[in-house]
């Protein structure tokens, strides 16, 4: 079981571009959940997709966005990336029919935005 | 609110000494509550989890301890090891599976 995996481990972005990050959730989990984290804190909620749906989401500006697909994996997209969105950006699944379980994560995208 | 929070954001132990993280949380409706370890350069680790029916539990070598009357809980790591050198979240579950982290604390061991 190779868990949750994240890709790319690390990316580079100016500002101003948009970029897409990608997770596929550990084998027999469906819930996907994304966060950030800046240096130093704590990880941050940015939204939950379950059966391709956004069902929750935490404070963040409508420039992020997701998918989930069929195979229960999914995307984080950011549009006009401005400086602060820097950040490691990790995904975190939860098992089918136990969404307020124990959450594993992944290793996270490092995005620097320059 | 929604806040979870750290007393200390770091903390210094000798290698074979046991330690001891605290953290403590706003919302007193919260019943389910994990503790995170993550290592520099990698995502969070589950260590151990306790629901609110619970006031401790204990897994291998680390014991979490809630005391909601105070709104605080603990994770003691005993005969603290280098490998055990990293950041430490306490994490609030809210209803569907949103995460609340606290800052975390690092924690340093000493050979």
């Known amino acids: 079981d190779a868990g949750v995996t994240q890709s790319p481990t690390h990316l580079i972005k100016t500002r101003g571009q948009q970029v897409t990050l990608r997770c596929s959730p550990k084998?027999?989990?469906?819930?996907v959940s994304w966060y950030q984290q800046a240096l130093g804190q704590g990880p941050q909620f940015i939204f939950q997709?379950?059966?391709?749906?956004?069902?929750q989401r935490g404070n963040f500006p409508d420039r992020f966005s997701g998918h989930q697909f069929p195979n229960y994996s999914s995307e984080l997209n950011v549009n006009a990336l401005l400086l602060g969105d820097s950040a490691l950006y990790l995904c975190?699944?939860?098992?089918?029919?136990?969404?307020?379980?124990?959450?594993?994560f992944g290793q996270g995208t490092r995005l620097t935005v320059v | 609110g929604e806040s979870v929070g750290l007393h200390l954001p770091t903390l210094s132990v000798q290698e074979g000494d046991n330690s001891i993280i605290n953290c403590a949380y706003s919302?007193?409706?919260?019943?389910?509550f994990i503790w995170y370890k993550q290592e520099s350069g990698k995502g969070p680790q589950f260590i151990i989890d306790?629901?609110?029916?619970?006031d401790k539990r204990q897994g291998q070598r680390v014991t979490v301890l809630l005391n909601k009357t105070v709104k605080h809980l603990s994770l003691q790591i005993a005969a603290t090891q280098p490998g055990d050198s990293a950041v430490y979240f306490c994490?609030?579950?809210?209803?569907?599976?949103?995460?609340?982290f606290g800052q975390g604390t690092e924690l340093s061991v000493k050979p």
């Open positions: 975190a699944s939860s098992p089918i029919g136990k969404p307020d379980t124990e959450a594993f």
């Open positions: 084998s027999g989990h469906d819930t």
């Open positions: 997709y379950y059966e391709e749906e956004e069902r």
């Open positions: 919302n007193s409706a919260s019943d389910y």
């Open positions: 306790i629901r609110s029916n619970m």
């Open positions: 994490a609030e579950i809210h209803q569907g599976g949103k995460l609340i």
